[in-house]
């Protein structure tokens, strides 16, 4: 307050002056988004024409941008008319790059993905993860991130960071709060990677591994309408729930354990304490269990590489293991998109592979119980991405974050002839 009791009259957001800096950061990340959306290589004149600002602005902005290995000039097409062809401009294929990190209960992963939005790298360990301590586990995940971090390097790619997909609740300082399935409770995961030389100088950030999946969903399937509920079938069950493009997390950021949803109340005891849970039924466990696979001792990849083949020949066995799993699975479903109003659902993790036994039943117990599905029935389809979409969803978040903010990477960035950052 003023003296007299008169209140400073303050500006509406949307009128306030905006600072030279906050305009360049703008316009930086504007015209990357524009190279990064073009259907072709486009050159300073066409971006000039397309956003609106002047050529020599553009062009000091390019500039900026391929110092900092954020674009690539290429050879321009072609021309039949008069006139010399205008160079291209695209994303920089050896500039920042994102390392992505899971934890799984039967694997560990690690993968680079550059500017992009090109896999690079990946590398995966299979082993059960639940005989291991949680400092254990981190350790040989640390081992993987070296080995994916020197081939990036090999490549003259820069980690601009690293985030790291784990199958449990995660708090927005990385702790993991829960993972029943790996018996896990208040990990601190970043401070126990950070010791490690792999890591201790990118920034790390930690989610949930159907969040990061549902994340390169959406970034990989452009074409889909931004609705849509992606399920990560693995041991355990995740969902990640995207609305008009955007991942939703709920108040705490712990949406989506659709694993967890009861399907029979006076079902069998679950890992996180209730009955009758939907991993009870759908889970990886619990489908190799019903088609009489679980006592074989087979590596899991290969033990889904079997259901397919066995499915393939309508092994009865298989057939009726699948068909419970994908009954109790669009039981779960339904409620979720009578709640949330999401038209497409996507199979994931190893529901992938086995969707074109899942699917069928999935979309009958949707037209079933969905009160839209009448006029408005829900799509079902597999994951573009299959089972690596934590691992990219996890790196790919990574240069998303650069591509939107392209100035903050500027300010620290490497000049182009390759020094350190």
Known sequence: MKAGGLRTPT????????RQASLREHNLALVLRHVGAAPRPPSRADIAAATGLTRATVSA?????IGGRLLTEVDPAPRSGAGRPAVGLVLGANGPAGLGLEINVD??????????GTVRHRVAHRADQRPHSAAEVLTRLADLAGAARAAADADGLILAGAALAVPGLVTADGLVRLAPNLG???VDAPGLLSGHPALADLPLTVD??????????LHAAT???????????????????VLHGTLFRGARGWSGELGHVPVRPDGPACRCGSHGCLEQY?????ILRAAGLAGYGLAPDAAIVRLTELATARDRDTVEALAGAATALGVAVAGVVNLLDVDTVVLGGVYAPLAPWLRPTVEAELARRVLTASWS?????PSVLGGDAAAVGAAGSVVRAVRDHPARWLAGAPDSSGGGR
């Open 208 to 217: 949930n591994e159907a969040n990061l999946a549902a994340l390169g969903e």
């Open 282 to 286: 759908a889970g990886q466990e619990a």
């Open 11 to 18: 500006r509406p957001a949307g009128d306030r002056p905006v």
């Open 61 to 65: 902005l390019v500039d900026d941008l």
């Open 184 to 186: 896990w409770r208040d």
């Open 223 to 241: 074409a889909d309408a931004p609705n849509f509920l992606y399920i990560s079938g693995e041991i355990g069950i995740g969902a990640g729930i």
């Open 107 to 116: 694997y560990l992963a690690a993968c680079v993905v550059d500017l992009a």
């Open 377 to 381: 029935p829900v799509a079902v389809r």
